[in-house]
């Protein structure tokens, strides 16, 4: 039983970093990717002027700025590194708690699910 328990605290830890982590993937690399524009583009389409050594531009909460890594079709495979690192977070959180509910399940004392074995009686 202690051994389960140490078992689901360190994914619980884990889960816990792996959350915490995914608002800065997000937030602060993924997320403003598609929205990324060239300077050229974004001066045909709002008339402000940006310098032109930028590499992008992303607009967000009504001001613009410097996106560095450039657009998608500059840099795909940038934002596949970094969307894949965002999914595969994700995928570690999923099965990480399907794990712990099988440790749960297995865990002494717990009921087990499905049917009786056939010599219990």
């Not at 051994?3 to 830890?13: D, F, M, P, Q, Y």
Request: glycine share 12%; with cysteine.
């Amino acid at each position: 039983m202690m051994r389960t328990r140490g078992k689901l605290r360190c994914i619980s830890l884990v889960q816990i970093v792996l959350a915490v982590a995914l608002f800065p993937v997000w937030f602060l690399r993924v997320g403003p990717w598609p929205g990324a524009m060239t300077p050229a583009e974004f001066r045909r389409e709002s008339g402000v002027q940006v310098p032109e050594h930028w590499r992008a531009v992303v607009v967000g909460g009504g001001t613009y700025s410097e996106w560095p890594y450039g657009t998608i079709r500059d840099n795909p495979c940038g934002f596949l590194l970094w969307a894949g690192l965002l999914f595969s977070m994700q995928a570690v959180l999923v099965l990480s708690a399907v794990y712990a509910a099988r440790l749960k399940a297995r865990a002494p004392g717990q009921p087990r699910a499905g049917p009786p074995d056939p010599g219990e009686g």
